[in-house]
Structures are given as C-alpha cells and as structure tokens.
Nanobody
Framework: EVQLVESGGGLVQPGGSLRLSCAASGFTFSSSAMSWARQVPGKQRELVATITSDGGRTHYANSVKGRFTISRDNAKNTMYLQMNSLKPEDTAVYYC??????WGQGTQVTVSS
C-alpha cells in the first residue's frame, strides 16, 4: 500500500521559514518523480515544485521560485520542501505527490503575524 505522510507544517510569521517532509512507503521511491502541491479552500490545487527520481532536475512554480527548495533523500525514502521568506499568500494545505498518482493527507502551513 502506497503511503505518503507529510509533516513539518505550522504557524509562522511572514519572512519566516519552514521545512516540510514527506515520508514515503509502499512503492519504489528512488524510481519515482515526486512533487509538492498546495491548496487553499475553494481554489484548485496548485503544483508548487517537482523533482526527478534521482534529484537531478527540479521545477518550481513562478510564485515560489527563489524562495522554496525541493529535495529528496532516496536512502531515507523522504522528500523535503524548504520554504524561506514565507508570505501570507503561501498559506495553504501542502500535499506530497508521487508520480502524479498518489497523494498524502496534507499538512497545514499558515503564514500570519
């Protein structure tokens, strides 16, 4: 059974940082492209960042480019999203995705003073 478990969300002030983690199991993580997406209630889910199976290539939404960094540790079956210079508009539930097919339960990120 595929499992994706996000963690690391929380409340942070504007300009602050958070690091999200996604622990994966039930599939061959090292062979899978992975992504982070986010969703605000009433809006469509937005793709934030993607990373290839070997971590060699990444892609970011324009809204987070230069502030967020996606990475992975294939030895630990874990993906990360380092989020710096956070803005109130980054407030959302952040989801981990595997190969475009599987989703985690999400972790809430709230940026507010």
């Amino acid at each position: 059974e595929v499992q994706l478990v996000e963690s690391g969300g929380g409340l942070v002030q504007p300009g602050g940082s958070l690091r999200l983690s996604c622990a994966a199991s039930g599939f061959t993580f090292s062979s899978s492209a992975m992504s982070w997406a986010r969703q605000v209630p009433g809006k469509q889910r937005e793709l934030v960042a993607t990373i290839t199976s070997d971590g060699g290539r990444t892609h970011y939404a324009n809204s987070v480019k230069g502030r967020f960094t996606i990475s992975r540790d294939n030895a630990k079956n874990t993906m990360y999203l380092q989020m710096n210079s956070l803005k109130p508009e980054d407030t959302a539930v952040y989801y981990c995705n595997a190969e475009g097919n599987y989703w985690g339960q999400g972790t809430q990120v709230t940026v507010s003073s």
